[in-house]
């Protein structure tokens, strides 16, 4: 994206965001192809965010069909999504931490430690990032062996490593000096310009998709939702970093409860008469898709709305007042991905 | 003759180029070339999230020379397309390709930088970047692992190992 | 699905069709989580200016469909609340139907300023002229498009199997 910014010496008085580079035209190719063959399409908007997306697209079909997911294959997506979360958490981090921060020591440790994750994913899925692993009715292959050990000894490096990030950044002045104070969003600000996931998050609303309306196994597991109010850009970064541990949690939680049992249920590959919304809540915030069915295999219409192309309007409002400088701060914060706010 | 810089007039540039391009000098310039390709980062979609895991300790491409470098075109010689180039990137990516000195070098990366991929039939998109940018590397993929990204890299090397160092 | 369990859903229906009376066509509570309402273009503001007092402050997404065979163009709000927290797991669709061939309505952007992106799409998109938008521009679409707005029905991209 091209921010386009009036300045007055040092200090922006107004800046104009300009998107629309990676315009794919998702919705419109979505309307002319088979539902199945849609998904890995649908998937490419976040590809860091794979299993949210797919998620949220087979969601809506799976409720116009009526059919119930089986508990092992909603138990086996909650952990795909979970860590895909993490690794979607260390790239948001690291590039905020690292690149815009005029240096790449956090970059280097988010993606190091991102690419445990990645060999997990591979060793479930078969692919680093691009899953497709969701289907209508269930998932496409059962945990694999060794899965779970494999699993659980990421979990135990990655609490081993974590406290590195805490030690070398958190407690790091110079960071905590260009972050903190930084591009403050306020509560009332934040409610009304309907911003979601870490950025709603950091300045004091306590919102998450996973408890408010909750799905697949999220009922069933025990996890906070970490808040926080000083609204700043340091905050949103804690936030992500908050939730890495929240996620590792679940993990634990749900690879120990996961029950036995057949992961997904034979249905049609027809969407019935009927619109229906889902709500998943992926890494960057709160995700929408909204398919109309007509009887055919074909969707009459696919509507996405992702959390990126929601906080876009905090950027203009953030950018004002402030000095030049914090610009990358500020945006880095927001953990943007231009590819899904343009769809 | 490719554009030289501009200390050379007339005759000695003529000179320079002919001595430049014989055996030894021009195996010693070739070799400073690929050792230290700073890439520009192009990101354009999906695929850029590859690159910049290629660019992490596991894969380590800075043993070639590339740093994930400063932000200037200027100081860059290869462009890595990665991922779709919409109508509205396309006037961009040429001013990119315009800014960057010679001798560049341009890798497209995945299969929509390729030939139009996963989006094909969309309305905004360009399927034929080559047309746009003379292409060295195609690396195919959806997205193309760090490894095959690297193999690219490679074999971009060798090829800039056999070429002349003042094209005609 | 016992009644308990849809009671702040009825609550909210009933209190749409007790207070907006007339001004809303049709309400309807679709299963947990989820009330539709239908208005018209003329009280489309009002009825969300009254759903934002209820407690529905924000839009989660704006959905635009042509409805190549009727003959119109929908065009869908969809709130939610994240200050009631008996309403965070409801997202109401508030639906208005306008001509296909002149598609306009009045914008919502004073009372929910979190559609103001996703009314620029829609207008892009479908055509749909929201009447005293901010800033009612192309958001996506590149410089020079000159087609027929890309989503409707009647633009056709090559068709995939």
């Known amino acids: ?343 | 003759m490719s554009p030289a810089p501009g200390v050379w007039v007339g005759s000695l540039r003529h000179l320079v180029e002919t001595v430049v391009g014989l055996p030894p000098f021009k195996h010693l310039v070739n070799w400073s070339r690929i050792y230290s390709l700073w890439p520009v980062h192009l990101t354009t979609a999906c695929c850029s999230a590859e690159f910049g895991a290629l660019m992490c300790p596991r894969y380590d491409p800075e043993r070639f020379g590339m740093q994930a470098a400063a932000g200037s075109m200027r100081q860059s010689d290869l462009l890595i397309i990665e991922g779709t180039i919409t109508k509205k990137m396309l006037k961009r990516v040429k001013v990119i390709w315009e800014q960057m000195p010679n001798p560049k070098y341009a890798i497209a990366m995945g299969d929509c930088a390729c030939s139009g991929g996963l989006f094909h039939d969309s309305y905004s998109i360009i399927n034929e970047v080559q047309k746009a940018i003379p292409i060295d590397i195609y690396v195919p993929g959806c997205p193309p692992r760090p490894e095959a990204l690297l193999n690219a890299i490679i074999k971009l090397r060798e090829k800039i190992r056999r070429e002349e160092v003042y094209p005609k | 699905m016992t009644a308990a369990l849809l009671d702040v859903e009825e609550k909210v229906a009933t209190a749409v069709r007790e207070q907006l009376g007339g001004a809303v066509e049709e309400v309807k509570v679709e299963r947990k989580g989820r009330i539709s309402i239908v208005v018209r273009k003329e009280t489309a503001r009002d009825v969300a200016a009254w759903l934002h007092e209820m407690g529905f402050d924000h839009t989660v997404a704006v959905a635009g469909i042509d409805r190549l065979a009727e003959k119109r163009i929908e065009v869908i709000y969809f709130v939610s609340s994240f200050s009631r927290d008996d309403f965070k797991h409801i997202v109401l669709s508030l639906k208005v139907n306008l001509d296909r061939d002149n598609p306009s309505l009045q914008t919502l952007t004073p009372i929910w300023e979190s559609a103001n992106f996703f009314e620029r799409e829609a207008y892009e998109m479908f055509g749909v002229n929201f009447e005293g938008h901010p800033n009612l521009q192309k958001l996506l679409l590149q410089d020079n498009w000159d087609g027929p707005p890309p989503l409707r029905k009647d633009f056709k991209i090559p068709e995939m199997a």
């Not at chain 1, 997506?77 to 860590?83: A, F, K, P, V, Y």
Request: net charge neutral.
């Open chain 1, 1 to 343: 994206m091209r921010i386009m910014v009036k300045t007055d010496g040092d200090l922006i008085v107004e800046a104009t965001p300009d998107i629309g580079y990676v315009h794919r035209g998702v919705e419109k190719i979505a309307e002319s192809r088979n539902i199945i063959k849609n998904i890995p399409m649908v998937c490419r908007p976040n590809i860091a965010d794979d299993s949210h997306l797919n998620w949220s697209y087979i969601a809506p079909i799976e409720e116009l069909q009526g059919v119930e997911v089986p508990e092992r294959g909603l138990y086996i997506r909650t952990i795909l999504c979970e860590m895909n979360r993490i690794a979607s958490h260390l790239y948001g981090m690291a590039i905020m931490g690292g690149v815009f921060s005029g240096h790449t020591t956090m970059y280097m440790f988010g993606f190091g430690d991102r690419e445990l994750l990645l060999d997990l994913h591979e060793m479930l899925t078969g692919a680093r990032m691009t899953f497709s692993f969701s289907v209508p009715g269930g998932v496409r292959r059962d945990l694999p062996k060794g899965f779970k050990e494999k699993l659980l000894d990421t979990l135990d490096y990655l609490e081993f490593h974590l406290p590195a990030i805490d030690r070398i950044f958190l407690s790091n002045p110079i960071f905590v000096e260009r972050a903190r104070n930084v591009g403050v969003l306020r509560k009332e600000d934040a409610i009304r310009l309907g911003v979601v996931g870490p950025v709603l998050r950091g300045s004091g609303v306590r919102c998450d998709v996973r408890k408010d309306a909750p799905y697949g196994a999220y009922d069933k597991l025990d996890f906070e939702i970490p808040t926080f109010k000083e609204g700043d850009s340091l905050s949103r970064w804690l936030v992500r970093f908050e939730e890495i541990k929240q996620s590792m949690a679940i993990l634990r939680q749900a690879i120990r409860d996961i029950p036995k049992g057949p992961i997904a249920r034979k249905v049609p590959i027809v969407i019935p008469r009927g619109e229906a919304i889902s709500r998943i809540e992926s890494a960057r915030g709160e995700i929408n898709h909204y398919i109309i069915g007509d009887g055919s295999d074909k969707p009459y219409r696919v509507k996405m709305n992702t959390g990126s192309f929601k906080n876009l309007l905090a950027l203009p409002f953030l950018l004002k007042g402030v000095h030049i400088g914090d610009l990358p701060i500020i945006y880095g914060s927001l953990d943007y991905w231009p590819i899904e706010a343009d769809r």
